[in-house]
């Protein structure tokens, strides 16, 4: 499949960049998406971070060099670890010693490059629906995302945690646009600038002191409903929709932003739906 091919060909280029250091952006675009959801499908497919994938394999090769009779320095070096060090405790995290004890009959740990295939599993159906909507403005409050995936999982709870403790929400919710009803968390993680996230909501009411706008494009979205304790319950539906429906439904990732809905957003038991931005695949 098309998808699979693309990963694959991601995966080919940052084997081949592990000494130095990838563009992820390039990884992507071999992939078909953006840096941010590139990211977040090897994630949920892998069950690791990509940086983490990226370390483990690095400190593989570097066993090998020191094996091979490499010198500590040149191979930390080699693998863009300025401080001996930062590649000592990269080193030790992965095979439980430091560099200088790698050698002939040391037990040290392999990780093989990743290969990703179609396995197909259990039939579990998703409900969603397709919605094609015209740009719209939405307004709130942002805040700067990281492009490592596992940091943002720790940041966007703590935006929603700031915004539930400044009155954000009691102040959005009056400007709220019947038309797209919602309390809305966007990614807006699909260009070549700065990714952020936005807790906001669609409106044509004057700016509030405080907060900006932003205007999401024009785009078609698959959307899928969810509930449950947040963020669990959300990153979890993410997670399904990534690795069970995106890779048999004919699409792919559009550059546009991830957009969820919450329409009972109690953080114990929210209802929410998560609009996944797609374009038909290319024949």
């Given at each position: ?20 250091e ?68 990269a ?18 740990r ?63 919710v ?8 919602g ?43 969810g ?15 990534v ?16 957009l ?24």
């Amino acid at each position: 499949m098309d998808w699979v091919q693309g990963l694959n060909q991601a995966m080919d280029y940052l084997e081949e960049h592990l000494a130095g250091e990838p563009d992820l952006r390039e990884a992507a675009r071999l992939a078909g998406c953006s840096a941010y959801h590139f990211q977040r499908m090897f994630s949920y497919l892998a069950g690791m971070p990509l940086s983490d994938y990226l370390r483990r394999r690095r400190m593989s090769l570097a066993a090998e060099d020191l094996l091979a009779g490499e010198k500590v320095l040149e191979v930390a070096l080699k693998y863009g670890y300025d401080s001996p060090t930062a590649f000592n405790r990269a080193f030790q995290g992965v095979h439980g010693l430091p560099p200088s004890k790698a050698k002939a009959g040391v037990p040290l740990r392999a990780f093989p490059p990743i290969r990703f295939h179609v396995t197909v599993k259990g039939a579990v159906e998703m409900e969603y629906r397709m919605v094609k909507k015209e740009a719209f403005r939405v307004v709130g409050l942002s805040s700067p995302m990281s492009h490592d995936l596992e940091e943002n999982f720790r940041n966007v709870p703590a935006l929603w945690a700031r915004a539930a403790q400044e009155n954000l929400i009691s102040r959005l919710v009056p400007l709220m646009d019947p038309e797209m009803p919602g309390l809305l968390g966007i990614s807006d993680c699909g260009g070549e600038g700065e990714y952020r996230y936005l807790i906001a909501v669609a409106t044509s009411a004057p700016l509030p002191p405080g907060l900006e706008e932003f205007t999401v494009p024009a785009c078609t979205w698959a959307v899928f409903p969810g509930s449950g304790p947040m963020p669990q319950a959300v990153q979890e539906l993410e997670q399904r929709i990534v690795t069970q429906w995106l890779p048999g439904s004919g699409c792919e990732y559009a550059n546009a932003p991830d957009l969820e809905v919450y329409l009972s957003p109690d953080p114990q038991n929210a209802t929410f739906e998560v609009w996944l931005p797609v374009v038909p695949k290319e024949k």
